[in-house]
């Protein structure tokens, strides 16, 4: 045991000395540190700008306004709906349109927020009773902002406005901002419903749908007061709306959200097992072929044996990739308890499936199992090349073999699917780890886990066995490449004679 520690800390330092380790150990510190920066600069918070030309006298343009108006209002209303429901600031004014989450905001609704003040009086009310380690609000920001018509488009014919409107849209002064639409609305409005967009890219079905709600609603009243019926009397048939009562659950509580953050941390387990296994895996395979290209293994065998050697091996090896998890999960949980904003809010609730023995218990044994039975392919090749290019013949297979098969099961998982694909990885040694740690967070029968889990104890004993044989045998025959049957009596017989 003593000279497998030896190996085994001389493998430690001699990959955590290399300088990949440490850009990729990086990695992922990098990765929460800069998201929430490209993030804010890859999103779009520009308004897209409305050009609209109402021949009628301007109402038409007035109510389209509005509409835009009331449209961020209701947004507004709605997401500060949630974040008070997430965060439960509902004492903050309980009489107030955002306390209350049962229902789609309405005009009058509308109308008391912007009577009370609108999101700066929500805001001010919501800080008194939030706590300091509430993350704060950050208001919704308008679609659309409707700018003065030029007098030179204002001007044209109708029939050739839309030339003119070009302009506008495609500006030929790379300086100038372009308009992203422009609405003609004619002055036979009315008797003819017939109106110009003209769009700088595909236009937004929400614009779409915003412009033909309220010119609708507006040749729904002109017909109705041709048909005799007072101003008044269409104007109010025009607003009539029913009032939905809408029970939705709170932020990650529905059952398909609140599944997928439960799957988080699994997933999370099962795609690090994957990752580390590679490149950790890699490392060790690289140093083995250096030592056996440069001769050195001659020096080492003198003083330990074969099986000392491969085990020493292992173990630096696991405890390289357990080093660098256990830094990627400071990481985030330091993201996660220490910062503000959506990172930490999803890493929080993901943590559930630790509250749960068992599941702990589970996702510690696949996991340090899972390592050591996917380690020892790494070691086999390692002790069958005497070159990275040999190497690289056996990694690519192996590689492929594992990644692709796992790469389609956390689609699977992330996607709801629990098919015969994932039914028959779980069973597979070479992929249990990975399927059982990836289905903790969408639920696993408990015999499943056990048999599956016994399974895997099984055959990753017996792959040491073969493997400890086989890299003997390949140790003491350096500069043979060996082919399947020749691995194959390797294992039977582990170097002796046969």
């Given at each position: 045991m003593k000279n497998i520690l030896i190996v085994a800390a001389r493998e430690f330092r001699q990959i955590t000395a290399m300088r990949s380790f440490w850009l990729t150990l990086l990695i992922l510190p990098a990765a929460l540190s800069l998201g929430p920066i490209a993030q804010r600069f890859l999103s779009d918070d520009t308004s897209d700008r409305v050009i609209v030309i109402d021949?009628?006298?301007?109402?038409?343009?007035?109510?389209?306004?509005?509409?835009?108006?009331?449209?961020?209002?209701?947004?507004?209303?709605?997401?500060?709906?949630?974040?008070?429901?997430?965060?439960?600031?509902?004492?903050?004014?309980?009489?107030?349109?955002?306390?209350?989450?049962?229902?789609?905001?309405?005009?009058?609704?509308?109308?008391?927020?912007?009577?009370?003040?609108?999101?700066?009086?929500?805001?001010?009310?919501?800080?008194?009773?939030?706590?300091?380690?509430?993350?704060?609000?950050?208001?919704?920001?308008?679609?659309?902002?409707?700018?003065?018509?030029?007098?030179?488009?204002?001007?044209h014919p109708d029939d050739r406005i839309g030339d003119a409107a070009q302009a506008y849209l495609e500006p030929a002064d790379d300086k100038a901002r372009p308009v992203d639409y422009v609405l003609l609305i004619p002055r036979e409005?009315?008797?003819?419903?017939?109106?110009?967009?003209?769009?700088?890219?595909?236009?937004?079905?929400?614009?779409?749908?915003?412009?033909?709600?309220?010119?609708?609603?507006?040749?729904?009243?002109?017909?109705?007061?041709?048909?005799?019926?007072?101003?008044?009397?269409?104007?109010?048939?025009?607003?009539?709306?029913p009032a939905l009562s809408i029970s939705s659950p709170p932020p990650g509580g529905g059952a398909r959200e609140a599944m997928l953050v439960r799957s988080i941390l699994p997933l999370a387990a099962?795609?690090?097992?994957?990752?580390?296994?590679?490149?950790?895996?890699?490392?060790?395979?690289?140093?083995?072929?250096?030592?056996?290209?440069?001769?050195?293994?001659?020096?080492?065998?003198?003083?330990?044996?074969?099986?000392?050697?491969?085990?020493?091996?292992?173990?630096?090896?696991?405890?390289?990739?357990?080093?660098?998890?256990?830094?990627?999960?400071?990481?985030?949980?330091?993201?996660?308890?220490?910062?503000?904003?959506?990172?930490?809010?999803?890493?929080?609730?993901?943590?559930?499936?630790?509250?749960?023995?068992?599941?702990?218990?589970?996702?510690?044994?696949?996991?340090?199992?899972?390592?050591?039975?996917?380690?020892?392919?790494?070691?086999a090749?390692?002790?069958?090349?005497?070159?990275?290019?040999?190497?690289?013949?056996?990694?690519?297979?192996?590689?492929?073999?594992?990644?692709?098969?796992?790469?389609?099961l956390l689609q699977a998982i992330v996607a709801g699917h629990t098919g015969v694909l994932v039914e028959v990885l779980t069973w597979v040694p070479l992929w249990t780890p990975f399927t059982v740690l990836a289905r903790l967070g969408m639920g696993i029968p408990t015999w499943e886990v056990i048999g599956s889990g016994l399974l895997l104890a099984v055959f990753t004993a017996g792959s040491l066995v073969l493997v400890a044989r086989l890299f003997r045998a390949s140790l003491l025959a350096q500069g043979q490449r060996p082919n399947l049957g020749e691995v194959i009596a390797r294992m039977r017989h582990g170097g002796e004679p046969g």
């Amino acid at each position: 045991m003593k000279n497998i520690l030896i190996v085994a800390a001389r493998e430690f330092r001699q990959i955590t000395a290399m300088r990949s380790f440490w850009l990729t150990l990086l990695i992922l510190p990098a990765a929460l540190s800069l998201g929430p920066i490209a993030q804010r600069f890859l999103s779009d918070d520009t308004s897209d700008r409305v050009i609209v030309i109402d021949r009628t006298g301007g109402a038409e343009a007035s109510s389209i306004e509005q509409r835009f108006a009331s449209d961020l209002d209701r947004r507004q209303l709605q997401k500060l709906s949630r974040y008070v429901q997430r965060h439960k600031l509902e004492k903050a004014d309980p009489t107030a349109p955002w306390a209350s989450h049962d229902r789609w905001y309405t005009a009058a609704d509308i109308a008391q927020f912007r009577a009370s003040g609108g999101v700066k009086a929500a805001l001010a009310r919501i800080n008194r009773v939030k706590s300091s380690e509430t993350p704060d609000y950050e208001p919704a920001r308008p679609s659309y902002e409707v700018i003065a018509t030029p007098p030179a488009l204002a001007n044209h014919p109708d029939d050739r406005i839309g030339d003119a409107a070009q302009a506008y849209l495609e500006p030929a002064d790379d300086k100038a901002r372009p308009v992203d639409y422009v609405l003609l609305i004619p002055r036979e409005f009315g008797a003819s419903p017939i109106v110009r967009l003209w769009a700088r890219s595909e236009a937004r079905p929400g614009f779409v749908t915003a412009v033909q709600d309220v010119l609708t609603r507006d040749l729904r009243s002109r017909f109705l007061q041709g048909q005799g019926v007072s101003p008044q009397a269409a104007q109010a048939a025009g607003a009539i709306a029913p009032a939905l009562s809408i029970s939705s659950p709170p932020p990650g509580g529905g059952a398909r959200e609140a599944m997928l953050v439960r799957s988080i941390l699994p997933l999370a387990a099962s795609y690090l097992l994957m990752m580390s296994l590679m490149l950790s895996g890699s490392w060790m395979l690289q140093g083995t072929v250096e030592e056996r290209s440069n001769k050195l293994l001659e020096t080492v065998l003198a003083c330990v044996s074969p099986e000392e050697l491969m085990y020493g091996k292992l173990l630096g090896t696991i405890g390289v990739g357990l080093s660098m998890i256990l830094a990627w999960t400071a990481c985030g949980a330091i993201a996660g308890y220490a910062t503000h904003g959506v990172i930490a809010d999803l890493i929080r609730p993901a943590l559930a499936p630790l509250t749960s023995p068992g599941t702990i218990i589970a996702m510690i044994y696949f996991f340090l199992v899972g390592y050591v039975a996917v380690s020892v392919l790494f070691l086999a090749i390692g002790g069958m090349s005497d070159s990275m290019r040999e190497a690289q013949g056996y990694l690519m297979p192996v590689m492929l073999a594992i990644l692709m098969p796992v790469t389609f099961l956390l689609q699977a998982i992330v996607a709801g699917h629990t098919g015969v694909l994932v039914e028959v990885l779980t069973w597979v040694p070479l992929w249990t780890p990975f399927t059982v740690l990836a289905r903790l967070g969408m639920g696993i029968p408990t015999w499943e886990v056990i048999g599956s889990g016994l399974l895997l104890a099984v055959f990753t004993a017996g792959s040491l066995v073969l493997v400890a044989r086989l890299f003997r045998a390949s140790l003491l025959a350096q500069g043979q490449r060996p082919n399947l049957g020749e691995v194959i009596a390797r294992m039977r017989h582990g170097g002796e004679p046969g």
